[in-house]
């Protein structure tokens, strides 16, 4: 079912700014939806908000419509008085560690597909996606930074990034298949503030593990300030490519200062082999890929938001206490979160290796469980 459709152009006391909507607005990747749409219908700045999610939001000052992002029906929502919206932010995605991934990438991918072709038709200006500076890859011989011009070279190997990956192709062809639509593309640096990923459960081990020989960089990204960068975007203060994230990284030894939580250790073919293994066996939601942005730098100068006057509200070291606070209590071997009981009984006996693998104790099961 669909809210009534106001003149919403009329609908914000006559202000004059631009019409946005928000795919995702009852949630989105990491409640970013929710936000940048409470946001949007609050700021003087913006005309009118239509918000469209498979569930109603608590937004009241939105024009709500429920709707999967995959229907058709889509473009007709994008022109609530016969006039198209001006910009529309897609934030209906799913990243979910849990979520299978053939599903989940069917969703992403014919989603965005389904967003950019019915802005085009509808005759939206512009579209904002979300994306991640996972596309960039974390490589040995990455710069650090990356110029946020720099080529995309991750790959399909961790978790969601194949999925990105696509939304990143789908955006650089848009325009030459809709020509007049624009597609402003937002990459946050590791996304924290009530968000559950590969990157934020490493920092629930007991022990920090660190790959033999590598050098990683950590930078954060806050949700407050991905939502304050969607609305720059949103409101064409912004355009192109753009990288949200903290000024400058932490260096691996600055992180276990900051954080009290010692590193272990291990060879690369050990820790690889391992969280392959065990994501092959089905015990863990991260794929072996997912270790590389724990290995290699990809941090990511922010200087297109600063040009436009943008400045992040958060410091790496603050975002990184607040990760941690979230984070207290919980137990992660090699991404897979264990209950209490668990915790207990493999954290005990396995002492410091487990907090990358707990490989025997859990390949062992895993085998007798299959009759192997």
């Not at 795919?23 to 908000?49: F, I, K, M, N």
């Not at 790959?155 to 597609?183: F, K, S």
């Amino acid at each position: 079912m669909s809210s009534p459709e106001p003149n919403v152009r009329a609908a914000r006391n006559g202000a004059a700014g631009p019409v946005v909507a928000v795919t995702g607005a009852a949630g989105g990747v990491g409640g970013v939806g929710a936000l940048l749409t409470a946001r949007l219908a609050a700021s003087p700045e913006t005309g009118q908000v239509i918000a469209l999610d498979e569930r109603r939001g608590e937004t009241d000052g939105a024009v709500w419509h429920t709707l999967d992002v995959r229907d058709p029906e889509l473009a007709r929502r994008l022109r609530p008085d016969g006039e198209p919206a001006d910009v529309v932010v897609h934030l209906a995605l799913d990243l979910d560690l849990e979520s299978d991934a053939a599903a989940r990438t069917a969703y992403n991918v014919r989603g965005t597909q389904t967003v950019l072709t019915a802005a085009a038709a509808a005759g939206v200006r512009r579209v904002v996606l979300c994306t991640s500076a996972m596309v960039y890859g974390a490589l040995q011989d990455n710069d650090v930074p990356l110029a946020e011009d720099a080529e995309l070279r991750a790959t399909a190997e961790a978790t969601g990034v194949g999925d990105l990956l696509e939304i990143e192709r789908l955006a650089e062809r848009a325009p030459r298949a809709h020509p007049g639509l624009e597609v402003t593309v937002v990459r946050p640096a590791v996304l924290v503030g009530g968000t559950d990923t590969a990157l934020t459960r490493y920092f629930e081990s007991p022990r920090l593990l660190v790959v033999a020989g590598s050098r990683p960089c950590w930078q954060f990204c806050h949700v407050e300030d991905l939502v304050s960068a969607l609305e720059y975007a949103a409101l064409g203060k912004v355009s192109g490519e753009l990288v949200v994230a903290c000024d400058g990284w932490l260096e691996q030894e600055e992180v276990e200062e900051l954080s009290g939580i010692r590193r272990m250790e291990l060879p690369s073919a050990v820790a690889l082999g391992a969280a392959s293994r065990l994501h092959r066996l089905g015990l863990t939601p991260s794929p072996a890929g997912d270790l590389a942005y724990t290995m290699y730098p990809w941090v990511v100068s922010g200087s297109r938001l600063h040009d436009a006057g943008w400045r992040p509200l958060w410091t790496n070291e603050e975002v990184l206490a607040e990760l941690l606070d979230e984070v207290a209590g919980r137990h992660t071997v090699a991404g897979r979160r264990l209950g209490r009981k668990d915790a207990a009984t493999t954290l005990g006996a396995a002492g410091a290796t487990v907090a990358l693998v707990g490989t025997a104790a859990l390949v062992r099961r895993a085998r007798r469980r299959r009759g192997r």
